[in-house]
């Protein structure tokens, strides 16, 4: 039996992290630790801690079920919500290299300039705008002419 398994307090695997920024180990705690699960979307599920040595934050994500079943063992209870919120989102994704397109508000002048883009092709005659598309895979008729 190992030294582990003799003592009840420390009948679990030791949970802790190394800080990659003072490279120290430090045990992970309900004071130092919060986890956050999703019912949707379980690859976003997390764990934030606090380096005990230099008291830098990290996010952890990709959980394995040992990690959180341990982690709850070690008396750090489980936040859960339903869906990933969009900063927790961004973040994983941003972890997994995806990077999304960059959303801007549209400004009166640009809203403008598409209605009236908008009116120029209702008004352009139907023949006028398919005899520009060459590309043989995209059906060049609209319905009502076949
Ligand atoms: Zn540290």
Redesign the pocket.
């Known amino acids: 039996m190992s030294e582990q398994e003799q003592t009840p307090e420390k009948k679990y695997p030791r949970l802790y992290d190394n800080?990659n920024?003072?490279e120290?180990d430090y045990d992970l705690t309900p004071e130092n630790t919060s986890l956050h699960l999703h019912e949707v979307n379980d690859d976003c599920d997390y764990a934030r801690m606090t380096?005990d040595?230099?008291q830098?934050p990290w996010i952890m994500f990709g959980l394995s079920e040992d990690f959180v079943l341990n982690a709850v063992r070690h008396g750090i209870d489980p936040e859960f919500r339903k869906f990933p919120d969009n900063k927790v989102l961004t973040a994983r994704l941003g972890q997994l290299g995806i990077t999304l397109a960059q959303q801007h508000e549209l400004t009166p002048r640009h809203e403008l300039l598409i209605s009236v883009f908008e009116e120029t092709l209702q008004n352009c005659p139907d023949d006028m705008l398919f005899d520009l598309i060459t590309d043989e895979n995209i059906q060049p008729y609209p319905p009502r002419w076949i």
Do not use: P, V
Request: a neutral charge; proline letters at 0%.
């Open positions: 800080c920024d003072c120290q380096c040595h230099c830098r």
